[in-house]
Nanobody
Framework: QVQLVESGGGLVQAGGSLRLSCAASGSTWNRYTMGWFRQAPGNERKFVAA??????GIYYADSVKGRFTISRDRNTVYLQMNNLKPEDTAVYYC????????????????????WGKGTLVTVSS
């Protein structure tokens, strides 16, 4: 069993930066791919970034490449978000487990086993 707790959301002006954290607890967290999805009001949840614990493979959605950086340190995954835009406004959810498949415009991450409760990021114009 893995528990995920996000932190670091807030209100920032366009062009600003935020860093999200996701702390994992439980006995098997280091076996999983971990990362982030986001869901804007009225929209479906979308993939943002993921990091594979064992291979250190890193994956990004095309919309955040060059602006967001995912990293890990022991049981915590971070998402450094720079040059934020109003369209980045969403609830950001940490996830763990599953498989990331590449080949299309964006990686596809499916089969996640665990989710955090989410943290709100609001970017004002």
């Amino acid at each position: 069993q893995v528990q995920l707790v996000e932190s670091g959301g807030g209100l920032v002006q366009a062009g600003g930066s935020l860093r999200l954290s996701c702390a994992a607890s439980g006995s098997t967290w280091n076996r999983y791919t971990m990362g982030w999805f986001r869901q804007a009001p009225g929209n479906e949840r979308k993939f943002v970034a993921a990091i594979n614990w064992s291979t250190s493979g890193i994956y990004y959605a095309d919309s955040v490449k060059g602006r967001f950086t995912i990293s890990r340190d022991r049981n915590t995954v971070y998402l450094q978000m720079n040059n934020l835009k109003p369209e980045d406004t969403a609830v950001y959810y940490c996830a763990a487990g599953g498989t990331v498949v590449t080949g299309g415009r964006d990686p596809v991450w499916y089969g996640m086993n665990y989710w955090g409760k989410g943290t709100l990021v609001t970017v004002s114009s």
